[in-house]
């Protein structure tokens, strides 16, 4: 698919959301849910994406706060380390414009080129049952974008982005709130696929089931967290583990 198509996609800022109206709302509550991060989750964005995502985050420093590049980058170190993102850092203490932050640090004219996928994603997720939303710290447009390239987009009833948390991103709770009342989801009966602890640890707090995503060459090295009720090296492996996952402790049989 043109990389052109993609990055037009989906100009307005709405949640696409299904089952709309009360009935379709107590349909969508009665069956598993199944959130997913997008980056590093749903493709490979560490290759190309976050390099590139992370230079223009700093260079956007530069440009706004007449920064050189060793102090825009130490502001930003500071502000992860604070805030858990460079972006409420800036909303904080420089009163920055979210949305303009988001569209100067999420340019990408090679993105179809950008994306890697994983073999037989689209097969993967169409064989989950349930719903299935995006949940994810990125704008909008990007998130469409990407889906749009994956050509899975059409699986996905819901795309919950930082704008719709009210810039509050994973791992922070009122913004999973914000989730589950935009999307009518039942945390008790949804199940999140993630790449960080961190997001996943708030996920259990609320009552999700987590799914740990750990790319090959990294499992070997790490332990699953308590919190973590499965962890994979792809998303393949998630359906050889449904049984697993639906009667797992802390969630209702899905």
């Known amino acids: 698919m043109p990389a052109a198509r ?3 996609r989906v100009a307005d800022a709405g949640v696409r959301l299904s089952g709309r109206g009360p009935a379709g709302g107590m349909r969508a509550q009665r069956r598993v849910t199944w959130v997913f991060d997008l980056d590093n989750t749903l493709h ?3 290759p190309h994406i976050f390099p590139h995502m992370n230079r223009s985050m700093t260079e956007y420093v530069m440009r706004h706060l007449g920064l050189d590049e060793a102090a825009a980058s130490a502001l930003r170190r500071g502000y992860w ?3 858990g993102a460079t972006l409420l850092g800036l909303m904080r203490h420089h009163a920055t414009d979210p949305a303009h932050f988001l569209h ?3 340019q990408f004219p090679e993105l179809e080129r950008m994306v890697i996928r ?4 689209r097969g993967v997720l169409a064989r989950l049952p349930g719903r299935k939303v995006v949940f994810s710290n990125a704008p909008q447009r990007y998130c469409e974008a990407v889906l ?3 050509g899975i987009a059409d699986l996905f009833d819901t795309v919950f982005t930082i704008e719709h948390t ?3 991103p994973k791992p922070d709770a009122r913004g999973f ?3 589950f009342r935009a999307g009518r989801i039942d945390p008790r009966r949804s199940i999140m696929v993630e790449d960080s602890l961190p997001n996943l640890k708030t996920a259990r707090r609320l009552g999700l089931r987590t799914v740990w995503i750990v790319r090959r060459g990294g499992a070997a090295r790490v332990r699953r967290p308590g919190y973590v009720d499965l962890m994979v090296t792809d998303l393949r492996s998630i359906t050889r583990a449904l049984g697993h996952l639906r009667h797992t402790p802390g969630g209702k049989s899905t």
């Open 166 to 168: 009210g810039y509050r």
């Open 44 to 46: 490979f964005a560490s």
């Open 148 to 150: 749009d390239l994956l």
């Open 104 to 106: 100067e640090t999420h």
């Open 81 to 83: 380390l604070r805030y």
């Open 177 to 179: 709130r914000a989730l």
């Open 118 to 121: 994983e073999m037989g994603l």
């Open 6 to 8: 993609a990055s037009a």
